[in-house]
C-alpha cells in the first residue's frame, strides 16, 4: 500500500520538489494508511536500466480486501530534474513535476475487484536517448479519499 504524502523539498532553498530517488513515494501518512481499503505490492516500480529501443514493462498488484470492487483513475506525474540556475547543486535531487509523461504508459484506470485483486502493467518507453532517466509517481485515485502512488524509475541504456 502507499498512502504517503510527497512533501520532501530540496535541503538547499527548501523551495523545489525532490525526486524519487531522494524521498521514494513520500512520508508514510499513519493515520491516511490506517484507512486504506486497498494495496499494491511491489511499492515501486523500479526498472534499473532498460534497453534503448526495447519497452520493458513491470507490473503492480492491486488487492481490494472490501465487499465492494474499487476503480481508480490512474495518471503520471513526471520528474525533471533542474538545478535552477545553478542555486540547487544536482546532488539535491532537485526539480519540477508536470502531468503526463509521454515515457511511460499506463491504463487510464484499473477496476480492482471485490475481495480480489488485480495487476496494473507500467511499460517504459525506451525511445529516449541513451542515459536518459525516467521518474516520476503513478497516480491512483480511488474512491473517496482511497488514493495510491508509487515511484516509477528506470535508466535508458545500451
Same mark, same amino acid.
Given at each position: ?5 510527497l ?16 524521498q521514494?513515494a ?9 484507512d486504506a ?16 529501443g526495447h519497452?520493458?514493462s ?8 472490501t ?7 490512474v495518471?503520471?506525474?513526471k520528474?525533471?530534474p533542474?538545478?535552477f540556475?545553478?542555486t $540547487? ?5 532537485a &526539480? %519540477?513535476?508536470s502531468a @503526463?509523461d509521454?515515457r511511460?504508459?499506463? *491504463? +487510464? #484506470? ?5 475481495n480480489?485483486s488485480?495487476t496494473l502493467?507500467?511499460? $517504459? ?5 541513451? &542515459? %536518459?532517466?525516467?521518474? @516520476?509517481w503513478?497516480?491512483?485515485?480511488g *474512491? +473517496? #479519499?482511497n488514493?495510491?502512488?508509487?515511484a ?7
Amino acid at each position: 500500500m502507499n498512502r504517503a504524502d510527497l512533501v520532501i523539498q530540496d535541503a538547499v532553498t527548501g523551495l523545489h520538489d525532490v525526486g524519487p530517488t531522494a524521498q521514494g513515494a513520500g512520508r508514510e501518512n499513519l493515520s491516511v494508511a490506517a484507512d486504506a481499503t486497498s494495496w499494491m505490492d511491489p511499492a515501486a516500480a523500479s526498472f534499473g536500466r532498460v534497453t534503448l529501443g526495447h519497452p520493458t514493462s513491470l507490473t503492480i498488484t492491486l488487492s481490494n480486501p472490501t465487499g465492494t470492487d474499487e476503480t481508480f483513475s490512474v495518471s503520471v506525474t513526471k520528474f525533471t530534474p533542474d538545478t535552477f540556475g545553478g542555486t $540547487v547543486p544536482s546532488v539535491y535531487d532537485a &526539480g %519540477t513535476l508536470s502531468a @503526463g509523461d509521454t515515457r511511460i504508459n499506463v *491504463p +487510464g #484506470s484499473v477496476t480492482v475487484p471485490a475481495n480480489g485483486s488485480t495487476t496494473l502493467t507500467v511499460t $517504459v518507453n525506451t525511445g529516449q536517448p541513451s &542515459g %536518459t532517466v525516467v521518474q @516520476g509517481w503513478i497516480n491512483l485515485d480511488g *474512491p +473517496g #479519499s482511497n488514493d495510491l502512488h508509487f515511484a516509477y524509475y528506470a535508466i535508458v541504456g545500451h
